[in-house]
DNA sequence: TTGAAAGCGCTAACAC
DNA sequence: GTGTTAGCGCTTTCAA
């Protein structure tokens, strides 16, 4: 092929490379307005692209992020990225996509594989225990990282950008809790995501406050699938003997999924919802309002989160010291068809739409 | 920070660049094995990564290829990235990731960009019409270009992989038309999507060589959104009048999404699914066997689509010149909740899964 | 088996 | 305002 270079450009332009590169660079002294017009000309109708490696060789800035996510398949993962690729882009970053599949071992390759590309920052929604001294290794090579929606090492205070759990499951423990007599079933997630844990610990938390006893609540150890919220559900329902009505007369899960899985158990064994069983979810896949009827779940600022992830690290690739070093957004409660005493469909909730994220900083 | 380089490694092992060089990239020959393991144990010890960026600028190769898509948020996206991603990061290379947002404008700068990152071959699953000029843009800077799952530039036949619409929209008629007495309402999607005409196209040629007139086949214009598909239906329930029975008892809806939007306005009007009217989509979203009732839909190998528009990419990449250029992927019809005599329960359809796809070679 | 030197395409001091 | 000269960190002939 033989691509064109800034000499080429140069040469038929017949001035210099530097002068040819302050154009490039839109510099605004050092080109006097004839040549750079010539020189524009020939940009164009060459139509010249240079090249971003050997940019980046020369200013040991690559303009590109890594940002690493357990699962593009899941619904969840799809929003934050779109909301961090779009602020990228229009700062002129382009995106480097790692999908770990959840493998903490893919997780470090793709993190090793950024390095060697240079990337200017790294975005890590992660997994897994060994987060922390991948994340080290990014550190020691001076590549700013943002954490997003997982926590890592307890104490070390990094960057990151989270969503208020104990909020979370405050606002869907107490509208369940609203009315005496209540038994809730809490489904929750694997012990080894962070959320899970905060969300998990905020649950128990809130039951000790409240001096609930075993009798108002039970927790079932989840995994986030739906599958699993399906099984611990009916045996849930089952209970010791066949009896229905069911124990319990409400159902709180970890995530949309296990609530999703929940929701079929129950439909599955005849039990009405919300009338018998009322059920919260928590994430808002974007699904969770089209099921039938459509789940009432703990709302999180998706996209906004994946925009905030994004814009954390460019302050942090711009040199500044941002304080505070996170970014904790608040969820809201979408009361939908599966709780009572709300929206009994989808159609009534069009008011659903996020107004606007509270970004409450720590 | 001072990063490492390599002449650092070379130094501390006493040698020049061009040995550390040759350990690094595995050269069988050229290196003694007691130099090689004592570069090895300095490049581990040291947890040297070489720069992707000087090595790409030195060997005229980014080892990235860029992936266009219209939304990842969408159902469908996610699904063929995780199967590209897989099959690009097991031969090495990364992905860029690009998003559109549907907007040939934004698909333009996407591309630009992934010239100017010297990214060794796109994949594009692209819209609109300006995307034949585009692609010509790349393959005059002689990058490879794959298409997935959609169709430009009628007659130029490029490396691509699709789906074998007509095979898919035959299976679905065939199906719905099995009995007598059937009206079918077919919802298509937008014009400017190619898929979109294809099956559009693959309608009317079957329902003219079945000899369908105007009453057995009704085809409204949708675009692929909810909502459109909920209100068109709305309004082809109240037809004429506000009479109910509704004047069909089949739909057919040229993707999941307005084949939703279809199935909640059949049950906003009371119309029993399937009793009285059966619903057919076409893609077989993640959540389509999650709704009540499960779906029944036109599936596509999405993933598998994927994997095989990176394999051939990478096959391209490496100078191959594979005949046939195109992969063609047939879709399967699966019959769940929908339609009659089918599973009604989406539990009975856990054989769902696809069986291998099929590959039929152009 | 090893190394010296040139060069990939660009930017950035520092002249002129 | 413009050009010269060095690199950026690697690979790759070509000699030794």
């Known amino acids: 092929m033989g691509r064109l270079t800034i000499a080429d450009i140069a040469a038929r332009a017949g001035v210099s490379k530097t002068t040819v590169s302050r154009v490039l660079n839109d510099r605004a002294e050092g080109v006097g307005a004839a040549t750079r017009a010539r020189i524009r000309a020939i940009l164009d109708q060459t139509g010249f692209q240079p090249s971003a490696m050997a940019r980046g060789l020369a200013t040991g800035s690559s303009r590109s992020v890594g940002l690493i996510v357990p699962d593009v398949a899941n619904p969840f993962d799809p929003l934050l990225i779109s909301g961090a690729e779009r602020t990228l882009n229009e700062a002129g970053y382009s995106l480097l996509l790692c999908n770990t599949g959840s493998d903490p071992a893919k997780q470090g390759e793709c993190i090793r594989l950024l390095i060697d590309k240079r990337v200017d920052g790294v975005i890590l ?103 699993r919220g399906c099984r611990l559900m009916s045996e849930a329902i089952r209970g010791r003997g066949g009896r229905r009505p069911p124990p319990f007369n409400a159902v709180f899960a970890a995530n949309d999924m296990m609530a999703l899985g929940a929701l079929k158990a129950l439909r599955q064994a005849g039990v009405s919802v919300p009338g018998e069983v009322e059920v919260i979810g928590y994430d808002d896949i974007p699904f969770a309002r089209l099921l039938d009827p459509p789940l009432s779940t703990v709302a999180q600022p998706t996209r906004e989160m994946g925009a905030a992830s994004a814009e954390l690290l460019l302050r942090l690739i711009a040199g500044e010291k941002p304080r505070p070093k996170t970014v904790v957004m608040k969820p809201r409660l979408v009361l939908r068809g599966t709780t009572l005493g709300a929206a009994p469909d989808a159609e009534a909730s069009q008011s659903d739409s996020y107004q606007g994220a509270n970004h409450a900083e720590l």
Chains 1, 2 share one sequence.
Do not use: K, Y
């Not at 090492?153 to 990151?160: C, K, P």
């Not at 809790?177 to 905020?202: C, H, K, M, T, Y």
């Open 125 to 227: 929604d992660s997994v897994g225990l060994q987060a922390e001294a991948q994340v080290r290794l990014l550190e020691r090579e001076g590549v700013p990282v943002v954490l997003l929606d997982c926590r890592i090492g307890r104490r070390a205070q990094r960057h990151g950008v989270f969503l208020d759990n104990r909020h979370g499951v405050r606002l869907a423990m107490e509208f369940l809790f609203r009315r005496p007599n209540r038994r809730l079933v809490f489904i929750s997630g694997p012990p080894d995501a962070s959320q899970s844990v905060e969300r998990r610990e905020s649950v128990e938390a809130l039951a000790r406050e409240w001096g609930l006893d075993g009798d108002r609540l039970t927790t079932l150890e989840g995994d986030f699938t739906i599958e």
